[in-house]
C-alpha cells in the first residue's frame, strides 16, 4: 500500500506544507503567507485563521490522493509566539508572534527578580528579552486583565495546532525551552517564574517530548483534509532542529547553518558536560539532548539592505557575476551589526560600519565587505561553539544565502570549516516529514532516515591564505575599537 506523510513549517513569513511518498520524493507542497496585525511594537495574528488556513492547505494537498495512504502529519515551525485559549478551546484574542516587543517594562521588572545566572541556569538563556511568552504573559496581567482572568491554557503556536487537530493540549519540550518558564535540564516548569507571572501549571499544556505521537486527527478534521481515520499527528520538533533532521545533522560534529534574513546556528551537545556559559542552550530533538542555537540577527539582511539601498539596480546573479573577477576588496571592512541582539557578543549598542574605504572602491567592493564581514560574524559564532568544547567538523548550510557559490566558499574559507549544501533546501518540512516516518517504524532509526532521504548536493573545502585571517584579526579590532567611540 502507498504511503504519503505530510511535513509543516509553521513559518513566522509562510505555512508551508509538503508531501512526500514512501521514496521521500516530495509529492507537492503549497505555502500560504501569514498575515500580521503590526501598531508600534505590537505584533499579532489571527490563531484561528492561521489554523483554518492551514487545514485548507493540507486538504488541498490531499485532493488527488489516496485518503488511507496518509501515514501521518509531523509539524516543525516557530516557538514563541502565544495563544491564550479559553475554556472553549478558542482564542480569547489575537496570538501574539515572537516578534512583537510590547513587554520591555515586563522584562526589566523580572530583570529585577532573577539574575541573568538564575535565568541561564534554569532555561539556557542568555537574556530576558521581549521575545519569551513569559514577559507577554505578565504584560497582560497588568494590561489586558480580562484576557489574563479568563485564559484556560497558555500555549505556544505550534502546541496550539497539535490542539486544534487532535483535542490534546500537549507541550513539546524543544519548543517550551523557548518560554523562559521551563527547566529544560530537569524537564519541568519553573516554578519561580511561574509565580512571577501569576499563573499556575495547570494553565499550561502537559509537558512532553518532541518528536512523539499526539495522537489520530479528530473525526471532523480528518474529514475537512480529506485523511483516513489511521492518520495520527506527530507533535514534532523547533524548525532549526527538524532542518538539523532534514539536513542529515542528527548528532554532535555539525553545524546547522540557515542564512536566511537572519543568521542561525544549530549544533547538538555530545553531552550537558560540554555546554559552555556563552552560548544559548535549549532541549533538543530527542530525549534528555541539548541543542545550542546562537543566532545573529545581522544575517542575510545585511546583504539585502546593501543591495536595496546602494545598487537598487543590480540582482543578485549580476552581483555574483562581477565578484567572481574579483578576489578580494581590498582594506574595506563591515561590521554587520544592522540589528541588535546578535550572538555571541548581544551588544545591543552595536552599529553597523565601513571602514577602509578608499576612492578607487566601488559598491561591489563594499557588496563584498558586507559578505565578508557576515562570514566573520559567522566565524565568531564557531568559534564561541569551539571554546565551549564543541566538535565543529562541518557546516551544513541552508537559506538564500547559499545561492551564491561565492559566499559559500567564502564561509568555508574563513571559518575554517566544510561547507555542505543539501539538495532539499526546505529542509525543515523534509525534517519534520522524516520524523513521522521514524515514529511510525517506516524508518528503524534516524540514521537510516538520514540515509535515505538526505543528499549533499555541493561541498566547500576550506582554502588557507592570509587574508581572511589578517581581515578577521583586524575585524575584531574594529569590533573592539568601536565600542569605546
Known sequence: MEKLYIGVDLGSTNIKVALYDHTFQLRSSLSTPVKYIRTG????????????????????????????????????????????????????????????????EECKILSRQFTSEQVREKTGQMEICPTWPATKILWLKENAPQVYKNTETYMLLKDYVVFWLT???????????????????????????????????????GLTEPCTVAGPLLPTVAQQIGAGRETVVNIGTLDHFAAMVGTGNIGPGGINLSMGTVMALATMAPDRAALGENVAVHYGFLPDTYVLLPVASSGGVSLEWFRRTCMPQVDYGELNRVLADRDD????????????????????????????????????????????????????????????????????????????????????????????????????????AMIGAVADGHFADYAEAVAACVEIRAEYKPRKGAYYEEKYRRFCALYRAALNI
Open 41 to 104: 511594537g505590537v505584533v499579532e495574528f489571527d490563531a484561528k485563521a492561521y489554523c483554518e488556513n492551514l487545514v485548507d492547505m493540507m486538504r488541498k494537498l490531499m485532493a488527488d490522493n489516496q485518503q488511507d495512504a496518509l501515514q501521518s502529519i509531523s509539524f516543525t515551525g516557530q516557538a514563541e509566539s502565544l495563544v491564550c485559549v479559553g475554556a472553549d478551546g478558542m482564542p480569547l484574542m489575537n496570538a501574539i508572534s515572537w516578534m512583537d516587543e510590547r513587554s520591555g
Open 167 to 205: 483535542g490534546k493540549k500537549l507541550g513539546d519540550m524543544s519548543i517550551a525551552t523557548f518560554s523562559l518558564y521551563f527547566d529544560i535540564y530537569n524537564k519541568c516548569y519553573w516554578q519561580e517564574m511561574l509565580a512571577a507571572i501569576g499563573i499556575s501549571e495547570k494553565q499550561l499544556p
Open 329 to 432: 576588496c581590498g582594506q574595506v571592512l563591515f561590521l554587520p551589526y544592522l540589528v541588535s541582539g546578535n550572538a555571541p557578543e548581544f551588544d545591543a549598542d552595536a552599529t553597523g560600519v565601513f571602514w577602509g574605504l578608499r576612492q578607487n572602491h566601488d559598491a561591489f567592493d563594499m557588496a563584498r565587505a558586507v559578505m565578508e564581514g557576515v562570514a566573520f560574524l559567522l566565524r565568531k559564532n564557531c568559534q564561541s561553539l569551539k571554546e565551549a568544547n564543541l566538535p565543529c567538523e562541518s557546516i551544513l548550510a541552508v537559506g538564500g544565502g547559499t545561492k551564491s557559490e561565492i559566499w559559500c566558499q567564502m564561509w568555508a574559507d574563513v571559518t575554517g570549516i566544510p561547507v555542505k549544501i543539501p539538495a532539499e533546501q526546505e529542509a525543515a518540512c523534509l525534517g519534520a
